[in-house]
């Protein structure tokens, strides 16, 4: 993402890694779209993205009605993707802000700040995980090199900057105590194919890619130490909501004795729902599983299941790692401790 007062430029996630090309957004509308389409995704990033929508939006509002039309651009935003709560956590942000403007010339300034201090402010969280992380994993390295499996893409692409799992594998990278990431390919979509593995290739961090259903092989051959994973929901109780596949790959990781960390920022964490039997889940239609951009791979009738994320228990999770701290074992008396 970058921030231009005017627009916005998003890099266009859809045709990596085949092409670099940015999109130039100048209004709420278009951010939203954006959204929709997978142009940016990441749980983080969307809600970054939304809130620089919400600051364009006061730039192009109505001298008599910007406020209504901040409120209608806010609304047209939260319906843009429903699970990842950062999106609405961010929303909530700068409708704190909008309240206190009594101008549109004092909302288009106030705004567009609010919308910096959270794309910094991700970024600073992300560097704080990682050294959380770092922290935690050194404790049972005993110094020595290992290697991690990943899901999905959780880096740069997908935050603020850095990454959240992936930017605690770049501290393990620069620490010396990384051997190799394996990287789940995270079908429909091959964000781990075309984006985790672009991202690491382009840093030179030592990455194979995989099929998702050599999880468990890689497993079974003692190849990783840890799973390492993002979120795009947290629920009081510790349940996880991240890309689908994530519940399998935990159930892996506790069979062969592999440890399990997610790694996401506090804005994740959504302590209104007990458990993630209340997360509200989002179902794509089916195109995106019979064909990859635009080739046919089933039958085109065929029924299709697509949901985005699914949910691991909290008690297949070995740790989950914010800024504000870490959560051993998560429970509900745990997640309270560090989020009252």
Request: net charge negative.
């Given at each position: 993402?970058?921030?231009?007062?005017?627009?916005?430029?998003?890099?266009?996630?859809?045709?990596?890694?085949?092409?670099?090309?940015?999109?130039?957004?100048?209004?709420?509308?278009?951010?939203?779209?954006?959204?929709?389409?997978?142009?940016?995704?990441?749980?983080?990033?969307?809600?970054?993205?939304?809130?620089?929508?919400?600051?364009?939006?006061?730039?192009?509002?109505?001298?008599?009605?910007?406020?209504?039309?901040?409120?209608?651009?806010?609304?047209?935003?939260?319906?843009?993707?429903?699970?990842?709560?950062?999106?609405?956590?961010?929303?909530?942000?700068?409708?704190?802000?909008?309240?206190?403007?009594?101008?549109?010339?004092?909302?288009?300034?106030?705004?567009?700040?609010?919308?910096?201090?959270?794309?910094?402010?991700?970024?600073?969280?992300?560097?704080?995980?990682?050294?959380?992380?770092?922290?935690?994993?050194?404790?049972?390295?005993?110094?020595?090199?290992?290697?991690?499996?990943?899901?999905?893409?959780?880096?740069?692409?997908?935050?603020?900057?850095?990454?959240?799992?992936?930017?605690?594998?770049?501290?393990?990278?620069?620490?010396?105590?990384?051997?190799?990431?394996?990287?789940?390919?995270?079908?429909?979509?091959?964000?781990?194919?075309?984006?985790?593995?672009?991202?690491?290739?382009?840093?030179?961090?030592?990455?194979?890619?995989?099929?998702?259903?050599?999880?468990?092989?890689?497993?079974?051959?003692?190849?990783?130490?840890?799973?390492?994973?993002?979120?795009?929901?947290?629920?009081?109780?510790?349940?996880?909501?991240?890309?689908?596949?994530?519940?399998?790959?935990?159930?892996?990781?506790?069979?062969?004795?592999?440890?399990?960390?997610?790694?996401?920022?506090?804005?994740?964490?959504?302590?209104?729902?007990?458990?993630?039997?209340?997360?509200?889940?989002?179902?794509?239609?089916?195109?995106?599983?019979?064909?990859i951009r635009g080739i046919q791979l089933a039958p085109s009738g065929v029924?299709?299941?697509?949901?985005?994320?699914?949910?691991?228990?909290?008690?297949?999770?070995?740790?989950?790692?914010?800024?504000?701290?870490?959560?051993?074992?998560?429970?509900?008396?745990?997640?309270?401790?560090?989020?009252?």
């Open positions: 993402m970058r921030w231009q007062e005017h627009s916005l430029e998003l890099l266009d996630q859809r045709l990596l890694p085949a092409e670099e090309h940015w999109l130039t957004i100048e209004g709420a509308s278009g951010v939203a779209q954006c959204i929709r389409d997978m142009v940016v995704r990441g749980a983080p990033a969307i809600g970054i993205s939304a809130a620089y929508g919400v600051a364009l939006a006061a730039r192009g509002a109505d001298d008599r009605r910007w406020r209504e039309e901040v409120h209608d651009a806010i609304d047209e935003l939260a319906a843009s993707r429903p699970t990842a709560v950062n999106l609405f956590w961010a929303l909530e942000k700068m409708k704190q802000v909008l309240e206190t403007c009594n101008s549109r010339d004092e909302a288009i300034q106030q705004l567009a700040d609010k919308a910096v201090a959270i794309h910094q402010e991700d970024l600073a969280a992300n560097l704080t995980m990682a050294d959380l992380a770092l922290d935690f994993m050194a404790d049972t390295a005993a110094g020595q090199p290992f290697s991690v499996l990943t899901h999905c893409n959780t880096g740069a692409l997908a935050t603020g900057g850095y990454g959240t799992a992936l930017g605690v594998v770049r501290r393990l990278h620069e620490a010396g105590l990384l051997k190799r990431v394996f990287a789940d390919e995270t079908r429909p979509w091959l964000q781990g194919s075309r984006l985790t593995a672009w991202e690491l290739s382009q840093d030179d961090i030592p990455v194979t890619l995989n099929a998702d259903g050599a999880a468990a092989a890689i497993m079974a051959a003692g190849e990783v130490r840890w799973v390492i994973v993002g979120a795009d929901r947290i629920t009081a109780n510790g349940d996880v909501a991240n890309k689908i596949g994530t519940y399998g790959l935990a159930v892996l990781a506790r069979h062969h004795n592999v440890r399990f960390m997610v790694v996401a920022p506090s804005s994740t964490v959504d302590m209104s729902l007990e458990s993630g039997g209340s997360i509200p889940i989002e179902e794509r239609e089916g195109t995106e599983v019979r064909e029924a299709v299941f697509n949901p985005v994320f699914d949910v691991t228990p909290a008690s297949l999770l070995d740790v989950i790692v914010t800024e504000k701290g870490l959560v051993e074992s998560p429970d509900l008396a745990g997640m309270r401790s560090l989020f009252r």
